[in-house]
């Protein structure tokens, strides 16, 4: 792969992208759950991204269409495609009612309690894709719901209802380990669709 | 009943992503509120353990060198040098202004054609093909509602050789799109559709079709949409599908 020959566009294309590579690299590997392929998606993100440049309209958000290319190619990756024929045909479509209220001792503050950050980590990595993504773009990338609605290409509506589920969906993940000292069992996501 | 309407937007603005108005008042009662504010807190704990957790995986040196390596830009060339370069550039340019843009939209057209194939094979090559598996027409078109940003008809094969198997989503250089996939005598035929206006190179419809493509393609723009007919079967067969697209759309 040679990127440096591109185009005269590079300069701009280049104090872009590259302040974003260790935080595409952490949702590339968070995606594949993969070293060799998140460096491979990472790579080929940044191949599109640079052809695809002169298409890009500055003073837009690059880091939202930067993401948004990196997912689109974990997509249509082998791996992208195995869980995206997985998908529930409405897994988020329908209306979320109001989230349950919360219990003071709740899972997160016991496993808080507990320091308990690789069981965080792995409930994360346990989750089904379209709410781990949907969840890290939120709390570590710190996107709006702007730029989470263009980085996914979906309504904000879809997503403020996928983003509570997706919550919701870890504290459930989460609950066992309130209930119980020992025994680092997570369990199983019940879908790993998109 | 006051604080279950607040918390059926605590996420919304623990997110910041309240209205201000919104949000002042939100605060306010928070303050006040034993309830909210444990719940508030306990989810700002979990936003934070998330950021803290999230922020898991870093790239290898050796990746990092890679990239570096392979995004840093070619030595600048000294300033007399590049008016020389720049001279020879220029008549380079004018020669070649002429036959750029057909070699650009060229090249961009066999790519959008090779992805088109790689997407039908892949799909192919897959143990479930489709995402809404239905012979159903007005199964399989719903399905698509939310997912893509546009609406498209879908034939009445009655009397054809064409089955509907279903369809599932698609994505062509960063475009969403539908891919519905028919049978034709146990040959699997895709049909692709994208907004014409959102494909990265111009299409004609009688654009030549590359020499390497092994498949039969038909593509036409219509109502704004660009459809791609392509499969193992002859083209007259192809062209009976498309037929029954464009009288459909």
């Keep these: ?194 | 009943m006051v604080c279950e309407s607040w918390k059926a937007q605590l996420d919304t603005y623990l997110d910041g992503e309240g209205p201000q108005e919104e949000m002042r008042i939100f605060d306010a009662h928070v303050r006040n509120c034993p309830s909210c504010s444990a719940d508030a807190l306990s989810r700002v704990q979990l936003k934070r353990a998330i950021q803290v957790a999230g922020k898991r995986f870093t790239p290898s040196a050796e990746f990092r060198k890679r990239m570096q390596q392979n995004m840093a830009p070619k030595p600048r060339r000294s300033f007399r040098m590049g008016w020389i370069l720049a001279a020879a550039a220029a008549v380079v340019l004018v020669a070649g202004s002429l036959t750029s843009t057909y070699i650009g939209n060229r090249f961009g057209r066999d790519q959008v054609f090779s992805e088109i194939a790689d997407l039908h094979v892949a799909t192919l090559a897959s143990s479930s093909p489709v995402d809404v598996i239905s012979t159903d027409r007005h199964t399989v078109k719903p399905w698509f509602q939310g997912k893509i940003p546009f609406a498209f008809n879908l034939p009445e094969l009655q009397n054809s050789e064409f089955s509907l198997l279903g369809g599932r989503m698609t994505y062509l250089e960063q475009t969403p799109g539908a891919h519905l996939v028919y049978d034709e005598r146990k040959h699997h035929i895709s049909v692709f559709v994208f907004q014409e206006r959102s494909l990265p190179a111009r299409l004609s419809d009688n654009a030549p079709l590359p020499g390497t493509l092994s498949f039969n393609m038909e593509t036409w723009s219509q109502g704004g949409l660009r459809y791609f007919v392509i499969g193992d079967v002859s083209a007259a067969d192809i062209d009976s599908l498309a037929k029954l697209f464009r009288t459909a759309s």
């Design chain 1, 1 to 194: 792969m040679d990127l440096s020959g591109a185009n005269l566009q590079f300069d701009s294309f280049e104090e872009l992208a590259i302040p974003l590579f260790d935080q595409l690299y952490n949702f590339a590997h968070w995606l594949t759950q993969n070293r060799d392929e998140a460096e491979d998606l990472v790579q080929e993100t940044y191949v599109k991204a640079l052809k695809g440049f002169s298409s890009f309209q500055l003073g837009t958000n690059f880091r939202a269409w930067i993401y948004r290319i990196l997912r689109n190619t974990f997509l249509t990756s082998r791996k992208g495609l195995k869980v995206a024929m997985t998908v529930p045909l409405d897994f988020d479509e329908e209306e979320e009612g109001p989230d349950p209220a919360i219990e003071h001792d709740t899972p997160e503050t016991l496993l808080l309690e507990r320091s308990s950050h690789e069981l965080l980590q792995k409930a994360i990595d346990e989750l089904p894709v379209h709410f781990r993504e949907i969840l890290l773009l939120c709390e570590v990338e710190e996107m709006s719901y702007q730029e989470i609605s263009e980085t996914l290409a979906v309504p904000i509506g879809t997503v403020m209802s996928r983003l509570s589920r997706a919550r919701q969906t870890l504290r459930n993940q989460l609950r066992p380990y309130s209930q119980q000292d020992a025994g680092p069992r997570v369990p199983r996501g019940t879908t790993h669709g998109l």
